[in-house]
């Protein structure tokens, strides 16, 4: 499984995270990104999130006004499948190194873009760990980061190993 960096975004805090033309990935996240609530975002088990532009797009014809950054991830992809991600799946990014780690659960953040977002990224299936459920992935995937280095828009990223 093999795809392209679309966006590298950061913040000083907060939604939507911005596009900058380059990031180095180190242990506990983007350089010049700060999270807003860090006893709940960040850390070294939850250094970078990473959403999909195909899901983005599902939710955009929904009638959700997102947009790449909008969701807070730090990359926005294009070409991975969400429904095949896992928990446990290593991904090269650029020159970075990164683990799934986590489902992202969504947060009353999201409800700037409308009533009803949070359900429709998320559900009883995904807190399950269900990858079935039609909400897989939709609203990110934590990773922890093994190996640091640069990354920049249009880098790939690839599937490395699974340990599913």
Same mark, same amino acid.
């Given at each position: 499984?093999?795809?392209?960096?679309?966006? &590298?975004?950061?913040?000083?805090?907060?939604?939507?995270?911005?596009?900058?033309?380059?990031?180095?990935?180190? !242990?506990? @996240?983007? @350089?010049?990104?700060?999270?807003?609530?860090?006893?709940?975002?960040?850390?070294?088990?939850?250094?970078?999130?990473?959403?999909? +532009?195909?899901?983005?797009?599902?939710?955009?014809?929904?009638? $959700?006004?997102?947009?790449? @950054?909008?969701?807070?991830?730090?990359?926005?992809? !294009?070409?991975?499948?969400?429904?095949?991600?896992?928990?446990?799946?290593?991904?090269?990014?650029?020159?970075? &190194?990164?683990?799934?780690?986590?489902?992202?659960?969504?947060?009353?953040?999201?409800?700037?873009?409308?009533?009803? &977002?949070?359900?429709?990224?998320?559900?009883?299936?995904?807190?399950?760990?269900?990858?079935?459920?039609? !909400?897989?992935?939709?609203?990110? $995937?934590?990773?922890?980061?093994?190996?640091?280095?640069?990354?920049?828009?249009?880098?790939?990223?690839?599937?490395? +190993?699974?340990?599913?």
């Amino acid at each position: 499984m093999q795809g392209n960096i679309v966006q &590298i975004n950061v913040s000083n805090g907060g939604m939507p995270k911005l596009p900058v033309p380059e990031a180095e990935v180190h !242990r506990l @996240g983007l @350089g010049n990104d700060v999270h807003a609530h860090p006893h709940i975002h960040g850390g070294p088990n939850k250094a970078v999130l990473i959403i999909t +532009e195909e899901g983005i797009d599902e939710l955009k014809s929904q009638g $959700f006004p997102v947009y790449p @950054g909008a969701m807070g991830e730090n990359l926005t992809v !294009r070409g991975l499948d969400r429904k095949m991600m896992r928990i446990g799946q290593v991904y090269q990014a650029g020159a970075a &190194i990164l683990e799934i780690t986590k489902m992202r659960a969504p947060c009353t953040q999201l409800d700037v873009y409308g009533p009803g &977002i949070q359900e429709a990224v998320y559900d009883s299936q995904v807190k399950a760990g269900d990858p079935q459920s039609p !909400r897989w992935g939709l609203a990110g $995937f934590y990773a922890s980061v093994r190996q640091q280095g640069y990354i920049r828009p249009h880098d790939i990223i690839r599937l490395l +190993e699974t340990h599913v």
